[in-house]
């Protein structure tokens, strides 16, 4: 019952990180503000989920897994429906505020959760979930504005689902507990005797800095594709709106599909070695976003990329405890998403500064620029953390 309450959980996590991108094309004339500017909206969200994500172990040490799950998918419903009542930018802006406060500790705590508790086939099958969510967002949204023109209703669509889900976690709380305390660890109540990391001793731990870098760069790749898509297909390849918002839903279907398939590698490949096949086939992606053959490339190599992200996330996650420990993954894993979180924050806003001054043919090229670097990150992480054992 648990874990299919954590499946649910892992919905709600998804469900309006795409949102943003699929409607802005729409948003933006609306508003009559110029197209760079969503990602203002996005860094506000980010910084937000970069605070929480970094107060996520002392969170989690006062409340436990459970509770922090629960508020935070509140928070998040909060934020939704003041997307959808939105009228002006600057609203936007302001409940921006707690639609990204209610991002961070959850996607901290539930990850480290799901680390300590569970096989490595089943982060990845619950991170599929997570795509479910990315992948259902833009339909309604795209619905929404094909048949009552109306963006607004999309938010409303979502914050209800949200609404919903909080209401099943918050009756389930004492599952959460009951869990920790048959595997004996330390999650909430049980956690009095672990101290909570500075960012300073975080920092110290071998590897750590280089597995910062490496989130950096993998969620600058994802929300910089997912983000983009819409605007990318609708501005340099002149595909109509809502058809634009319907196609880069297929990023998110190659993150959920791959994920699937990727819970039933992992039996065969461990954490490494799948990390190491996202990354190639992300490349191969770019690479056909490269080559001018017609929109079916295009969204075959957005497709691709979102198969590739697919393994990294969940496999770098489930190796942190065997990685830093199982004592300190709740505070890397924490100082992880907020590191994840400032690639969110500012490398898909400078890419849309970037293409409207020179160009949205650049969007491959940004991509494949972050993903060289990720690569070398990562390597670096293995090598630091196995001299260290």
Same mark, same amino acid.
């Given at each position: 019952?648990?874990?299919?309450?954590?499946?649910?959980?892992?919905?709600?996590?998804?469900?309006?990180?795409?949102?943003?991108?699929?409607?802005?094309?729409?948003?933006?004339?609306?508003?009559?503000?110029?197209?760079?500017?969503?990602?203002?909206?996005?860094?506000?969200?980010?910084?937000?989920?970069?605070?929480?994500?970094?107060?996520?172990?002392?969170?989690?040490?006062?409340?436990?897994?459970?509770?922090?799950?629960?508020?935070?998918?509140?928070?998040?419903?909060?934020?939704?429906?003041?997307?959808?009542?939105?009228?002006?930018?600057?609203?936007?802006?302001?409940?921006?505020?707690?639609?990204?406060?209610?991002?961070?500790?959850?996607?901290?705590?539930?990850?480290?959760?799901?680390?300590?508790?569970?096989?490595?086939?089943?982060?990845?099958?619950?991170?599929?979930?997570?795509?479910?969510?990315?992948?259902?967002?833009?339909?309604?949204?795209?619905?929404?504005?094909?048949?009552?023109?109306?963006?607004?209703?999309?938010?409303?669509?979502?914050?209800?689902?949200?609404?919903?889900?909080?209401?099943?976690?918050?009756?389930?709380?004492?599952?959460?507990?009951?869990?920790?305390?048959?595997?004996? @660890?330390?999650?909430?109540?049980?956690?009095?005797?672990?101290?909570?990391?500075?960012?300073?001793?975080?920092?110290?731990?071998?590897?750590?800095?280089?597995?910062?870098?490496?989130?950096?760069?993998?969620?600058?790749?994802?929300?910089?594709?997912?983000?983009?898509?819409?605007?990318?297909?609708?501005?340099?390849?002149?595909?109509?709106?809502?058809?634009?918002?319907?196609?880069?839903?297929?990023?998110?279907?190659?993150?959920?599909?791959?994920?699937?398939?990727?819970?039933?590698?992992?039996?065969?490949?461990?954490?490494?070695?799948?990390?190491?096949?996202?990354?190639?086939?992300?490349?191969?992606?770019?690479?056909?976003?490269?080559?001018?053959?017609?929109?079916?490339?295009?969204?075959?190599?957005?497709?691709?990329?979102?198969?590739?992200?697919?393994?990294?996330?969940?496999?770098?996650?489930?190796?942190?405890?065997?990685?830093?420990?199982?004592?300190?993954?709740?505070?890397?894993?924490?100082?992880?998403?907020?590191?994840?979180?400032?690639?969110? @924050?500012?490398?898909?806003?400078?890419?849309?500064?970037?293409?409207?001054?020179?160009?949205?043919?650049?969007?491959?090229?940004?991509?494949?620029?972050?993903?060289?670097?990720?690569?070398?990150?990562?390597?670096?992480?293995?090598?630091?953390?196995?001299?260290?054992?």
């Amino acid at each position: 019952m648990l874990l299919f309450i954590i499946y649910l959980a892992f919905i709600s996590l998804g469900l309006p990180d795409s949102l943003l991108g699929s409607a802005w094309p729409t948003i933006y004339k609306q508003f009559d503000v110029p197209v760079s500017y969503m990602g203002f909206v996005s860094m506000i969200i980010s910084f937000c989920t970069i605070i929480s994500a970094l107060l996520s172990d002392r969170l989690t040490k006062r409340l436990g897994t459970g509770k922090v799950t629960a508020l935070s998918t509140a928070l998040t419903a909060v934020g939704l429906f003041g997307f959808s009542f939105s009228s002006q930018y600057w609203m936007l802006c302001l409940w921006a505020l707690p639609y990204g406060l209610g991002a961070g500790s959850i996607d901290a705590a539930l990850n480290n959760f799901v680390a300590l508790h569970f096989k490595s086939r089943h982060m990845s099958w619950l991170h599929c979930m997570w795509g479910i969510g990315a992948s259902f967002g833009p339909y309604v949204m795209s619905y929404c504005i094909t048949k009552h023109d109306s963006w607004n209703m999309g938010y409303a669509t979502i914050g209800i689902i949200q609404s919903v889900l909080t209401f099943i976690i918050i009756i389930s709380l004492p599952l959460w507990n009951k869990r920790s305390e048959e595997d004996g @660890t330390d999650d909430g109540a049980n956690a009095s005797s672990r101290k909570a990391l500075s960012i300073k001793e975080i920092l110290a731990i071998p590897g750590a800095k280089e597995i910062l870098i490496t989130f950096f760069c993998y969620c600058a790749v994802e929300q910089t594709a997912g983000q983009w898509a819409a605007s990318y297909l609708t501005i340099f390849k002149d595909v109509p709106a809502a058809t634009a918002a319907s196609f880069a839903s297929l990023f998110y279907i190659g993150i959920t599909v791959g994920r699937a398939i990727s819970g039933f590698l992992t039996i065969r490949f461990n954490d490494t070695q799948m990390i190491h096949i996202g990354q190639g086939i992300i490349a191969l992606g770019i690479i056909l976003l490269f080559l001018p053959f017609g929109d079916v490339i295009s969204l075959a190599g957005l497709i691709i990329i979102g198969l590739g992200c697919a393994p990294i996330y969940p496999c770098v996650i489930h190796s942190t405890p065997s990685l830093f420990g199982a004592d300190k993954s709740q505070a890397v894993i924490g100082v992880q998403m907020a590191a994840a979180y400032v690639g969110t @924050t500012l490398m898909p806003p400078l890419f849309g500064l970037l293409a409207n001054h020179i160009s949205f043919a650049l969007y491959p090229i940004y991509l494949g620029i972050i993903l060289v670097l990720m690569i070398v990150m990562y390597m670096n992480v293995i090598k630091k953390t196995e001299s260290a054992k």
